[in-house]
């Protein structure tokens, strides 16, 4: 990885040359020391390759607040990870257009706290206050419907408002961070091998991937060598994660039209994966099952093979009903040219993964920046080009064929062999990444020589898609907002962390 | 052919036997439980559980089953010193007292109406709620049924370790409830606060803020244990 040291002035200008030759912003991380250091992290879209740049911004200012350069006037798709740090950290990003009430919400937490600083007082930061939205829309008789924070049957929690003139909606808010838990707060205090527990329940539902990714980090830190038959069931086990989550997707966006029968076809099909899961691996969600050096378990090789050909089954399941409800009329009435983002918008936003392949966008980290054992598997992940509903249904039911065919592939080849390695602590830093269910993750962690993590900055593929939801719920009938939700697989304890 | 037709032609998927008596593989994780006397190596399980769960005393080791995050490290599959886990799911238990199940029978009779609250869930608990649903488990049958609305909810589930800023919203929907009422904190960040409570971000779970009837532990516990909690409130395990 190339890292140069930049003043804050030159700062804009770099980044920007980057994006020009085809480098995308990964992420924005911040060291925790007495000077905070900024690190904005590229990756490479026409090749293997990250770079990094680093900014010490200026002594505090007389008020005590830090300010540097916003590079969201540049590229949008900083826009979020610079409002997450003002709000964390308290760095002020001069020229930001909009800054404040983001992860800590302005209702509940005293301005300027910054808790992920070194030495915040946080305890005595919370307040009770009340809160309004702010109202763009000034038309006659528009008003704010407000959905959320809890609302519909077990929805996650968040809220959503809506700005209206009656049916028509013309935009959409989201508030997010109801939820926020503080993973990279919390991951500070904590041993290398607990702060993977917060990981990887950052999502439950992805909680393989971003475990992997973790433990790639502290293994580059740690020098480890993983087994290859390890390095081989990981990737399995993050395809059959990655089938598994897909299908609770597209039963969500056919439960929000209202189709019960394949609703519970595919409910139903996606429990048959969670028990193959737990089966194989002693957890329906694969909690517990990588850990540092390798996996904690092996798994038994004929019940491996046998969970496989169940799996094909399950995905040819799955492929029937997809043909059966692209046979539906009514059900493509609903999906069809509604929830959509353009290209352009995909990619000046950053989105990530199957989201922005239905919007033409068509990066994977597992064939661009490839990790675990994907070169050994031949693939071409799908792209669809309207950004609708439906295209991002059609990519879905794609991925999870393509991931079933990794998955065959791999396991032909699997040999026997240990699954873990042992380590010793040591002290480093190191980035890593992963094409998760949703998209690109990407995390850098810091371990000291003691085995503890002194620093872990967590970029969910859902904290990116969040950023470009507005856009794909503008201008559309009340009605419809359930399914435009539902088709963008986006997940709130992701984004929050 | 209709989906209608389809659904009738496909039969009935529905689990026969009674939720306690289910045992497919994979339907549950299991969970440690205590022993006495244990063995040294046993007790030393004590220094690498993450979460406190394991208590070693009086010469055994007793597991605090609200605390335990399936982490997998005192599992027989991962260790030769490990706990013995239990593989049923009767896991819910009273939080203050034991659950009196002749008493909440005559409040709800055998249907009960349920309010879940996402209040920092990871989604692995919100996920096992939404496979209740399934034909496979289909608590409807049960008399089971998830409410919108908190006016008529009979029950209120909490997941989720309560974070800062759900904390309000929570207290909210459980005023809004009508007596009787009872409350159920689902999976161990809600029983306990798990890997993330208590911090600045989150309490040590909906005890913290609502008066909590029954907790079951687990990270996430499996749809059975879901169901034979929601059966436990309804005073009828049987079924």
Same mark, same amino acid.
């Given at each position: 990885?190339?890292?140069?040291?930049?003043?804050?002035?030159?700062?804009?200008?770099?980044?920007?040359?980057?994006?020009?030759?085809?480098?995308?912003?990964? +992420?924005?991380?911040?060291?925790?020391?007495?000077?905070?250091?900024?690190?904005?992290?590229?990756? #490479?879209? #026409?090749?293997?390759?990250?770079?990094?740049?680093?900014?010490?911004?200026?002594?505090?200012?007389?008020?005590?607040?830090?300010?540097?350069?916003?590079?969201?006037?540049?590229?949008?798709?900083?826009?979020?990870?610079?409002?997450?740090?003002?709000?964390?950290?308290?760095?002020?990003?001069?020229?930001?257009?909009?800054?404040?009430?983001?992860?800590?919400?302005?209702?509940?937490?005293?301005?300027?706290?910054? !808790? @992920?600083?070194?030495?915040?007082? +946080?305890?005595?930061?919370?307040?009770?206050?009340?809160?309004? !939205?702010?109202?763009?829309?000034?038309?006659?008789?528009?008003?704010?419907?407000?959905?959320?924070?809890?609302?519909?049957?077990?929805?996650?929690?968040?809220?959503? =408002?809506?700005?209206?003139?009656?049916?028509?909606?013309?935009?959409?808010?989201?508030?997010?961070?109801?939820?926020?838990?503080?993973?990279?707060?919390?991951?500070?205090?904590?041993?290398?091998?607990?702060?993977?527990?917060?990981?990887?329940?950052?999502?439950?539902?992805?909680?393989?991937?971003?475990?992997?990714?973790?433990? @790639?980090?502290?293994?580059?830190?740690?020098?480890?060598?993983?087994?290859?038959?390890?390095?081989?069931?990981?990737?399995?086990?993050?395809?059959?994660?990655?089938?598994?989550?897909?299908?609770?997707?597209?039963?969500?966006?056919?439960?929000?039209?209202?189709?019960?029968?394949?609703?519970?076809?595919? =409910?139903?099909?996606?429990?048959? =994966?969670?028990?193959?899961?737990?089966?194989?691996?002693?957890?329906?969600?694969?909690?517990?099952?990588?850990?540092?050096?390798?996996?904690?378990?092996?798994? #038994?090789?004929?019940?491996?093979?046998?969970?496989?050909?169940? @799996?094909?089954?399950?995905?040819?399941?799955?492929?029937?009903?997809?043909?059966?409800?692209?046979?539906?009329?009514?059900?493509?009435?609903? &999906?069809?040219?509604?929830?959509?983002?353009?290209?352009?918008?995909?990619?000046?936003?950053?989105?990530?993964?199957?989201?922005?392949?239905?919007?033409?966008?068509?990066?994977?980290?597992?064939?661009?920046?490839?990790?675990?054992?994907?070169?050994?598997?031949?693939?071409?992940?799908?792209?669809?080009?309207?950004?609708?509903?439906?295209?991002?249904?059609?990519?879905?039911?794609?991925?999870?064929?393509?991931?079933?065919?990794?998955?065959?592939?791999?396991?032909?080849?699997?040999?026997?062999?240990?699954?873990?390695?042992?380590? +010793?602590?040591?002290?480093?830093?190191?980035?890593?990444?992963?094409?998760?269910?949703?998209?690109?993750?990407?995390?850098?962690?810091?371990?000291?020589?003691?085995?503890?993590?002194?620093?872990?900055?967590? +970029?969910?593929?859902?904290?990116? #898609?969040?950023?470009?939801?507005?856009?794909?719920?503008?201008?559309?009938?009340?009605?419809?907002?359930?399914? &435009?939700?539902?088709?963008?697989?986006?997940?709130?304890?992701?984004?929050?962390? | 052919?209709?989906?209608?037709?389809?659904?009738? $032609?496909?039969?009935?998927?529905?689990?026969?036997?009674a939720v306690r008596?289910e045992?497919?593989?994979? %339907?549950t994780p299991g969970l440690?439980t205590?022993?006495?006397?244990? %063995?040294?190596?046993?007790?030393?399980?004590?220094?690498?559980?993450?979460?406190?769960?394991?208590?070693?005393?009086?010469?055994?080791?007793?597991v605090r089953e609200e605390r335990c995050?399936?982490?997998?490290?005192?599992?027989?599959?991962?260790?030769?010193?490990?706990?013995?886990?239990r593989?049923d799911v009767a896991w819910v238990r009273g939080a203050r007292r034991e659950i009196d199940e002749?008493a909440l029978r005559?409040?709800f009779?055998?249907?009960i109406?349920v309010?879940?609250?996402?209040?920092?869930?990871?989604?692995?608990c $919100?996920?096992e709620l %939404?496979?209740l649903?399934?034909?496979?488990?289909?608590m409807?049958?049960l008399?089971i049924?998830? %409410?919108?609305?908190?006016?008529?909810?009979?029950v209120l589930v909490v997941v989720?370790?309560?974070?800062?800023?759900?904390?309000?919203? $929570? $207290?909210?929907?459980?005023?809004?409830?009508?007596?009787?009422?009872r409350v159920l904190a689902i999976g161990a960040?809600a029983s306990s606060?798990?890997?993330?409570?208590?911090?600045?971000?989150?309490?040590?779970g909906a005890g913290?803020?609502?008066?909590v009837d029954a907790v079951l532990p687990g990270c996430p516990p499996p749809p059975l244990a879901i169901l034979d909690a929601l059966l436990a409130l309804t005073g009828d395990r049987t079924r």
């Amino acid at each position: 990885m190339t890292i140069r040291t930049l003043a804050p002035d030159q700062l804009v200008a770099a980044c920007n040359e980057l994006r020009l030759a085809g480098w995308r912003l990964a +992420t924005i991380a911040v060291t925790d020391s007495e000077l905070p250091e900024l690190r904005y992290v590229f990756w #490479n879209t #026409n090749g293997p390759g990250w770079q990094q740049l680093r900014v010490a911004p200026p002594s505090p200012m007389p008020e005590g607040v830090r300010r540097i350069p916003s590079l969201t006037p540049t590229i949008v798709a900083a826009d979020w990870l610079e409002r997450e740090i003002e709000d964390l950290f308290a760095i002020d990003f001069e020229g930001h257009p909009r800054l404040g009430d983001f992860v800590l919400h302005d209702s509940r937490w005293e301005e300027g706290v910054g !808790p @992920m600083r070194a030495g915040a007082r +946080t305890q005595q930061a919370l307040v009770e206050r009340a809160w309004r !939205p702010r109202r763009v829309l000034r038309d006659e008789g528009a008003f704010v419907m407000p959905v959320g924070p809890v609302y519909s049957g077990e929805a996650e929690s968040a809220l959503f =408002l809506l700005e209206t003139v009656g049916e028509d909606v013309v935009r959409t808010v989201p508030r997010l961070f109801y939820k926020y838990r503080g993973i990279e707060k919390l991951a500070q205090q904590r041993s290398v091998d607990d702060a993977l527990l917060l990981v990887e329940r950052a999502n439950g539902t992805s909680a393989f991937a971003h475990a992997w990714t973790y433990c @790639m980090a502290a293994e580059e830190i740690l020098q480890l060598a993983v087994p290859d038959r390890a390095l081989r069931l990981r990737t399995i086990f993050a395809e059959v994660e990655r089938i598994r989550r897909h299908i609770a997707v597209l039963r969500a966006i056919v439960d929000s039209t209202a189709l019960w029968v394949p609703a519970a076809r595919l =409910l139903e099909l996606e429990e048959h =994966l969670l028990r193959m899961c737990g089966d194989l691996t002693g957890h329906r969600y694969l909690f517990g099952f990588t850990v540092i050096g390798g996996l904690q378990r092996d798994v #038994n090789d004929e019940a491996l093979t046998r969970g496989v050909a169940r @799996m094909k089954a399950i995905v040819g399941s799955v492929r029937s009903i997809v043909v059966q409800l692209e046979r539906t009329s009514s059900f493509l009435d609903r &999906i069809q040219r509604v929830g959509i983002l353009s290209p352009e918008r995909a990619h000046e936003f950053g989105v990530v993964g199957p989201f922005a392949r239905a919007s033409r966008v068509a990066y994977d980290l597992r064939r661009i920046q490839p990790y675990g054992a994907y070169q050994d598997a031949a693939f071409e992940p799908p792209t669809a080009s309207e950004g609708d509903g439906y295209a991002r249904l059609r990519v879905l039911a794609e991925e999870i064929a393509i991931s079933l065919s990794i998955v065959e592939q791999l396991e032909r080849d699997l040999r026997p062999g240990p699954v873990r390695v042992e380590w +010793t602590p040591s002290a480093g830093e190191a980035l890593a990444w992963c094409e998760a269910p949703a998209g690109a993750t990407v995390q850098l962690l810091r371990l000291n020589d003691e085995g503890r993590c002194t620093l872990l900055r967590f +970029t969910p593929p859902s904290f990116r #898609n969040w950023q470009s939801f507005r856009w794909v719920t503008e201008d559309f009938a009340f009605q419809d907002f359930p399914i &435009i939700l539902a088709t963008c697989g986006l997940s709130v304890a992701e984004n929050d962390r | 052919m209709s989906w209608f037709v389809r659904g009738i $032609l496909g039969g009935i998927h529905t689990m026969r036997r009674a939720v306690r008596a289910e045992s497919a593989p994979g %339907t549950t994780p299991g969970l440690p439980t205590s022993v006495s006397p244990a %063995t040294a190596e046993q007790r030393a399980l004590e220094a690498i559980c993450p979460t406190n769960a394991i208590v070693a005393e009086d010469g055994g080791v007793r597991v605090r089953e609200e605390r335990c995050v399936h982490c997998m490290r005192c599992s027989p599959a991962v260790t030769a010193a490990s706990l013995p886990w239990r593989d049923d799911v009767a896991w819910v238990r009273g939080a203050r007292r034991e659950i009196d199940e002749a008493a909440l029978r005559g409040a709800f009779r055998r249907s009960i109406h349920v309010r879940v609250v996402d209040a920092g869930d990871c989604g692995s608990c $919100l996920s096992e709620l %939404t496979h209740l649903n399934d034909p496979l488990y289909n608590m409807h049958r049960l008399g089971i049924f998830v %409410t919108p609305t908190p006016r008529q909810a009979d029950v209120l589930v909490v997941v989720g370790p309560v974070t800062e800023q759900m904390r309000s919203a $929570l $207290l909210e929907a459980y005023d809004a409830m009508p007596e009787p009422k009872r409350v159920l904190a689902i999976g161990a960040c809600a029983s306990s606060g798990g890997v993330f409570g208590p911090s600045f971000t989150s309490a040590a779970g909906a005890g913290d803020v609502v008066p909590v009837d029954a907790v079951l532990p687990g990270c996430p516990p499996p749809p059975l244990a879901i169901l034979d909690a929601l059966l436990a409130l309804t005073g009828d395990r049987t079924r």
